[in-house]
C-alpha cells in the first residue's frame, strides 16, 4: 500500500509538471511569435519605404543578421539580395509571398527548414512601381526550443521528482503507519481511523469463530492420532491432487517412509507403476486394489475414493497385511493346479487311448504303439504317487533302515544311470572326489543324487556338462553338483524346492516330471540333518550344494 501511495503521488506530481511545463512552452511560443511577426512587418515597411526613395542604393546599406531583404522585379527577376547575389538567384515568381504580393499588394507565407527545427517566415510588399520587396527571418520552432531549454527541463523535472518523491514517502508512512501497527490479535482495541472500524470488528468476529473451530479441529484431530495410531492396518489420507494430507505408524512401516512424507505426493512415496494406476482407478472408478510385497510380508491396499457434493475431495488408502492368507491361497491353487495337471494329463491319455482301442478304431499294427503310451502314462500317474507318498513319509519323519554308504560310488551308479539321457543331448557327465563314507539311508541318497542330477541335465544346454564333485571334511560329506545350463532366475531361487513349484512350465513339461524332485532333496536333506544351498546365474548355470553330517541319528531323533 505504501509504495501504491508513493507511486501515485509521485506520478501526480511529474504528469503535472510535465502538462505545465507543455502549456507554458506553447503560450511563450505563441506569444513572442506574434510579437516576431509584427517587428517584421515593421521592419518591412520601413524597408520599403527606402527602397522607394533610394532604390539599390539604400538597400546596399542595409546591413543585417536577423533578416534577409529581397528586392524582386514584376516578372519574378530578383534585382537585389541583400545575402546573395543577385544574379545567381532563380525567377521567384511563384513564391507564396510574392505572387500573393503581386496580386493583393501584401502577402506572407512560412517554411519549415530540412532539419525541422527552425521555420522560415516571409512577408512581401508591392512598391508603387511595381516591383516587390520581401523581408525573410528564421524562427525557431516549438521543437527547437524545446532541444534548447532540455538540460533545464530535466533539472526541474529531476528536482521535482526528488521533492515529490521525498514528500510522497512521508505522506505514505504516516498515512500507512497506523494501519500496519494495527494488532490483529485484539482487533477492537485499536485506536485508528473511523473508516477501519467496521472492518476491525468483523476481524474480532471472525477471529472468535476461527478458534472455536481450530479448537473443535484440534480435538478431533487428536483423537483421529489416538485411533489411527494405535491401528495395525496402514492408513494414508489423500488430497483430492494425491498429495498426503495424513499416515499412520503403521502405514510408514508399510510404504517404508516417515511422517515426514506429509505433503508429498503419495506416489513418490511408494514408486510403482501398480501404485500409479490404482490411485488413478481409484479416483475414476471409486475405489481398486492391489497387493505389494514389503519385508517378506504381502499387503493388500484397498484406495477408496471419498466425495463431497458429488466431487472427489481426496482418497483414503488402508495397507493390511494377507502374508498368511495369500500363503495359503498361494500353496492351495499351486498344489491343486499342480496335482491335477499332474493326474489329469496322463489320464486323459490313458482314457483317450482306451476309448479308442475300445470303439476298434486302433489298426492291429498299432495297438502296441498305444498299448505302450498307456503303459507310459500310467507309470507316470504311479511316480507321481510315489513321489507324493515318499513327501509324506518324509514329513512324518518315519524311522528307515540305515547303513553305510559311499557317496563317490552312488553318484557313479546315478551317472551310469543317467548316461543315456546325458548323450542323448551330448552333454558330459563326470564324477570327481572323496569317496565320502557316512551312515544314512541309501534309497533317499540315491533319491537325492539323482533328482540334483536329472535335473542338471534337463536344465542344460546341448553339448553342456554336468560335475558332481565328493569332499569329505572329517565331520561332513560335501556334494556339489554343478551344470553349465539354463540357470535360475533370482527370484525363484527361493522357490526352487517348493513342492510342485516349476520355475518354467513349459520347459518342465517337455522335459517331464512331476515337480517333487527338489522337494524330496531337501526333505531328504533334513532327514539327514543336513544343509541344501543353490547358487545360480542365468545362462551361465547352478550349483547345488548338500552337506551330510557324520555320527548323527537319522532315525528320525
Not at 493388500?300 to 497385511?321: C, H, K, N, P, Y
Not at 491353487?333 to 470303439?359: C, D, M, W, Y
Not at 527361493?494 to 532333496?521: A, C, M, W
Amino acid at each position: 500500500m505504501t509504495g501504491k501511495i508513493f507511486r501515485a503521488i509521485v506520478s501526480v506530481a511529474v504528469i503535472i509538471l510535465i502538462a505545465s511545463t507543455a502549456v507554458i512552452t506553447g503560450c511563450m511560443y505563441s506569444y513572442f511569435g506574434g510579437v516576431h511577426e509584427q517587428q517584421l512587418s515593421n521592419e518591412l515597411d520601413l524597408a520599403a519605404a527606402g527602397t522607394e526613395q533610394g532604390g539599390e542604393s539604400y538597400l546596399a546599406q542595409v546591413r543585417s543578421d536577423n533578416f534577409r531583404l529581397t528586392w524582386i522585379a514584376a516578372d519574378g527577376t530578383v534585382l537585389y539580395d541583400t545575402h546573395a547575389n543577385a544574379s545567381e538567384m532563380t525567377n521567384h515568381a511563384e513564391r507564396e509571398e510574392v505572387a500573393g504580393a503581386l496580386s493583393y499588394g501584401r502577402a506572407a507565407s512560412s517554411r519549415y527548414s530540412s532539419t525541422l527545427l527552425e521555420r522560415l517566415m516571409y512577408e512581401a510588399v508591392r512598391l508603387s512601381d511595381g516591383t516587390v520587396l520581401r523581408i525573410a527571418a528564421s524562427r525557431a520552432t516549438v521543437g527547437a526550443i524545446v532541444i534548447g531549454m532540455l538540460q533545464p527541463i530535466l533539472f526541474v523535472v529531476i528536482a521535482a521528482a526528488v521533492v515529490s518523491g521525498i514528500f510522497a514517502s512521508r505522506m505514505a508512512k504516516r498515512i500507512v503507519g497506523p494501519l500496519n501497527r494495527l494488532d490483529l490479535e485484539h482487533p477492537l482495541e485499536n485506536d485508528v481511523y473511523p473508516e477501519v472500524s467496521p472492518l476491525l470488528t468483523r476481524l474480532h468476529q471472525q477471529r472468535v469463530q476461527i478458534d472455536d473451530q481450530l479448537a473443535s479441529l484440534r480435538r478431533r484431530a487428536d483423537e483421529f492420532e489416538q485411533i489411527t495410531g494405535s491401528m495395525t492396518e496402514g492408513l494414508v489420507l489423500l488430497d483430492a491432487k494425491g498429495s498426503v494430507l495424513s499416515i499412520n505408524p503403521a502405514a510408514c512401516k508399510i510404504f517404508q517412509t516417515n511422517p515426514g512424507c506429509v505433503g508429498s505426493d503419495f506416489v513418490a512415496v511408494n514408486r510403482s507403476r501398480d501404485t500409479i494406476a490404482a490411485v488413478s482407478q481409484a479416483f475414476e472408478q471409486g475405489h481398486s486394489e492391489i497387493r505389494i510385497s514389503r519385508g517378506g510380508h504381502e499387503y493388500q491396499v484397498d484406495f477408496s475414493r471419498i466425495e463431497t457434493g458429488g466431487e472427489a475431495v481426496g482418497m483414503a488408502v488402508l495397507a493390511f497385511d494377507v502374508t498368511e492368507q495369500a500363503f495359503a491361497e498361494r500353496n492351495r491353487r499351486e498344489f491343486t493346479a499342480n496335482v491335477s495337471h499332474e493326474l489329469k494329463t496322463p489320464l486323459q491319455s490313458i482314457v483317450g487311448s482306451a476309448e479308442l482301442i475300445e470303439n476298434g478304431l486302433v489298426k492291429q499294427e498299432d495297438m502296441p504303439r498305444f498299448i505302450g503310451r498307456i503303459r507310459q502314462e500310467a507309470l507316470r500317474l504311479v511316480l507321481l504317487i510315489e513321489d507324493i507318498i515318499r513327501l509324506s513319509q518324509l514329513d512324518e519323519a518315519e524311522e528307515m533302515e540305515k547303513e553305510r554308504v559311499s557317496l563317490y560310488d552312488m553318484s557313479e551308479e546315478v551317472v551310469a544311470a543317467l548316461q543315456p539321457n546325458a548323450a542323448a543331448r551330448a552333454i558330459t557327465l563326470s564324477v570327481e572326489g572323496d569317496r565320502g563314507e557316512f551312515d544314512a539311508v541309501p534309497r533317499l541318497i540315491h533319491e537325492i543324487v539323482y533328482n540334483l542330477c536329472d535335473n542338471a541335465i534337463k536344465y542344460n544346454v546341448d553339448g553342456g556338462k554336468v560335475l558332481l564333485r565328493i569332499t569329505d571334511g572329517g565331520n561332513s560329506v560335501k556334494l556339489t553338483v554343478s551344470d553349465t545350463g539354463i540357470g535360475i532366475p533370482p527370484q525363484h531361487q527361493d522357490r526352487v524346492f517348493e513342492r510342485f513349484y516349476r520355475v518354467d512350465k513349459s520347459h518342465s513339461k517337455q522335459s517331464g516330471g512331476t515337480g517333487l524332485g527338489l522337494s524330496i532333496v531337501k526333505h531328504a536333506v533334513q532327514y539327514h540333518h543336513g544343509s541344501v544351498s543353490l547358487e545360480s546365474e542365468t545362462g551361465k548355470g547352478t550349483t547345488v550344494t548338500v552337506i551330510f553330517p557324520k555320527l548323527v541319528n537319522v532315525a528320525g531323533d
